[in-house]
């Protein structure tokens, strides 16, 4: 029962083109969010790819 | 022996029977489970505006699908209190059949496993606040338990318009379903305000049950979110096993400020040119960067700024965008992408380039 505005999600890479974070845009501030499932933004984005509602772009 | 030492004796022996019987029927310290129960920690701020569910006050939350709000930290509060949580209503909006509006603190399973859920041993909790509001009626209080889809919801009722009214509601324990005992979301307390009628138009759960949603907010009779100018406020929350409400536990604003920073700590500059961080370019566009914690993180936490840059040799370096590597007990570490290009191997400090700037770390719930 929540509700998180997410408006954008990207993966980040490091050096080595590893996925390692996800630059999002949620209630309108950009953040960095890790690949923590303890972490409520990541759970939440998942929960919204899950049902169809967010893509995560790939990492340019 | 003298007179005298028998009396102090006897009053000893009493006080301690008193002790006894406190620590039998509970801890006498710590008892509240609830942190910031007095709503008197805001790192983020005292206001915001929102249509989606936000943290305001240091662990509690607005849990909402509808309507326009303001959540701010008052300072009006009951006797023995600074401050209180409000939320009002800023765009009216009749709850559509899947709508709620809700307040909610979440709790990690490792602090609840003093309940004993699951077991023949589960044990009741009593949770204690103070509410004022202008909508006099019936709202419900929800015990969620996240890890096993079940709930228990009790009513309450705000009689008088505008004034400080205390509740108690105690929930019996559950003898199914027992909560992880980790450092992820467990427990939860749910304040319907408002609630549609996907939600009402069962019987309420008044005992522990599988989550049904026509059965958590049945009997409401508040619609919070029709009116403008409509409003809630709450503070003194505790939390504690057994079936009797204790008085308030107050902590000192240290206290909860450091016990807040387990899941948010929010780091301002209040003048520019303020060293916040420092790190070293790893690369032509990257800076490897340690944020220190000021208390250790429940998990790796969400990285935001706002409005710093690199400096080395009197010159500032704008960064575009932050990339989260992992955490330690110490802090967070990320790499900072810079603009412009930067000397490799070089050592940078970041830096406030305003009076506003910040660094967020949000390990919340």
């Known amino acids: 029962m929540n509700n998180m505005n997410i408006t954008a999600a990207q993966y980040v890479t490091d050096m080595d083109g590893n996925n390692t974070a996800i630059q999002a845009t949620i209630d309108g501030i950009e953040m960095s969010v890790p690949l923590d499932p303890a972490n409520r933004h990541y759970a939440e984005i998942l929960k919204q790819v899950a049902a169809g509602t967010l893509t995560i772009q790939e990492a340019t | ?365």
């Open chain 2, 1 to 365: 022996m003298s007179k005298q030492t028998e009396l102090v004796g006897l009053a000893r022996t009493t006080n301690l029977d008193e002790v006894n019987a406190a620590y039998s029927a509970g801890a006498l310290s710590n008892r509240n489970l609830i942190i910031n129960g007095a709503m008197q920690v805001a790192q983020r701020g005292t206001s915001v505006s929102s249509t989606f569910s936000n943290y305001l006050v240091d662990r509690f939350t607005t849990s909402t699908t509808m309507t326009t709000y303001t959540y701010s930290q008052s300072t009006d509060a009951p006797s023995g209190f600074s401050n209180s949580s409000k939320v009002e209503v800023t765009t009216a909006e009749v709850a559509a059949a899947s709508d709620f509006m809700s307040f909610v603190y979440n709790l990690e399973g490792q602090d609840l496993q003093r309940l004993a859920k699951g077991t023949a041993s589960a044990e009741s909790v009593t949770v204690s606040f103070w509410v004022k509001s202008n909508v006099t009626g019936t709202y419900i209080l929800e015990f969620d338990d996240n890890d096993n889809s079940r709930n228990i919801n009790k009513s309450y009722t705000v009689d008088v318009s505008g004034d400080w009214e205390y509740k108690t509601i105690t929930f019996e324990g559950d003898t199914s379903g027992v909560f992880d005992n980790d450092n992820q979301l467990s427990g939860l307390l749910r304040w319907f305000w408002d609630a549609g009628t996907n939600f009402t138009t069962g019987t309420l759960a008044t005992s522990w049950e599988a989550t049904n949603n026509v059965n958590r907010a049945t009997g409401i009779t508040g619609t919070f979110g029709d009116t403008i100018g409509n409003y809630f406020q709450i503070t003194g929350v505790q939390l504690e096993v057994g079936d009797t409400a204790t008085p308030f536990e107050h902590r000192s604003y240290g206290q909860e400020l450091a016990l807040c920073q387990r899941y948010y700590e929010r780091h301002n500059a209040t003048a520019t040119g303020v060293r916040m961080a420092a790190g070293n370019a790893n690369g032509a566009n990257s800076l490897t960067t340690i944020f220190p914690f000021l208390t250790p993180k429940r998990a790796t936490p969400t990285l935001s700024y706002n409005n710093i840059v690199a400096r080395q040799g009197g010159s500032n370096t704008t960064i575009s965008s932050a990339n989260v590597i992992g955490k330690s007990d110490a802090g967070l570490t990320a790499d900072l992408l810079t603009a412009t290009t930067i000397v490799t191997g070089g050592g940078y400090h970041i830096r406030a380039s305003s009076s506003s700037s910040y660094i967020e770390l949000d390990s919340e719930l």
